[in-house]
């Protein structure tokens, strides 16, 4: 094992993860790691659903069906995912993104087995009753009037997708509203369950302490079964418009304590070689307080109480957002004017080596350290199935990370942070109504 301070040395090469890959007949694609350092297993199931596949006027429907696949199926009653995993001194989840959804379990390696009929059982055999539906639905809206209409800021977060996005559903964001929920039926959710949920659009990712042989038998079994659907996969076909204008937009919330700021930016997709270089400019502009943006916009001009950038990565080109949230000599205008003057010093002036090998330092270990357990090691794995769809991408990360340039880091700066590519949002506390005190 490499221990993140090695990093600082200078060049990091790491050892390969040796995958095992192959795909079943009825279109299920397996890719395995066998590692018996430790007597456990991370078994994820990567679907080709998120939240861009929701059904038109029903966003956050992915979301939702997330929640009701630890619902009843055939062979299982509610919550039976949570004794086979919690009950054994494991744990197990699942989120819902943009481009796909994914569930995953860590359990010790002797109940390996039975979580693979799991996971083909509730792949087939889910029951999407009434009851079900309408409980997870209330779940999923409780989640966005916690994380989006309780929080002050929470509306501005929302805001980064419904605005900036013209026509890619992207644009719906992942966590829904509550008119479009209420809009979902139960017929709505049996028909995503088995137009998406099939063997034929998912990936399963299994890390851990296991028989190369006994698991590729299991995986025949409970797996191999499973029928391939003889109807086509529907695929999102809208196509973002390029960013040819700068949009402005003055948006309001009901308890904004200061002003905010979003200057949004088109980013590219997933598989663009520019990706590494758009993530340690990110770190070097807002990766904690001696980054640039904290330096000038909290630190030294006190106008912010939180300056960041966030980086969403779409396999149909994301966004990169720079948020100023305001202190009490914050303004809007004077957020937006402090955000476009770090980005112009990089711009114009570039970064220090200093600032490369830190970020590149950070990024490495991150990644190294992901690299210590099973399911950190299947993360990996599963992202680079979703971003750049080869399981084995896995084992480039580090290297391009490295092979970042200063020259690199300024050309993608130049490059997609163009005045005609970004939407600048206002964010205050809205106005109230006559009467209201």
Known sequence: MISASVAALGQVTV??????ERTLKNGLKVVSLQDN????VSIHVWYDVGGKNDPPGKSGFA???EHMMFKATRNMPN??????TEDVGGFNNASTWPDYTNYYEVVPS??????LWAEADRMVNLNVDEANFASERE???EEYRQGILAPPY???FWLLDDITFQKHPYRRGVIGNLEELSAATRADAEKFYKDYYRPDNAVLVVVGDFDQ???DMWVDKYFGSLARPNTPIKRVTEVEPEWTAERRFNETGPRVPFPATAIVYRAPRTSSPDIPALRIAQVIISGGESSRMYQSLVRNQQIAQEASVDLELNTEGGRISFIGIGSDKGTSENLEKAMLAELKKIQDGGITAKELEKAKNGLVAAAIRSRETNDGKAILIERAVAYLGDPKAVNGEVAKIQAVSAADVQRVMKQYFKDDNRVVIYYNQAKAAEGEK
């Open 110 to 115: 002797n109940h390996l087995e039975v979580l």
């Open 15 to 20: 050892e390969p993860l040796n995958l095992k």
């Open 154 to 156: 929470g509306k501005l």
């Open 37 to 40: 350092s430790t007597p456990t």
């Open 139 to 141: 779940v999923v809206k």
């Open 63 to 65: 979301h939702m069906f």
């Open 213 to 215: 042989k006994q698991f």
């Open 79 to 84: 919550e039976k995912l949570d004794r086979l």
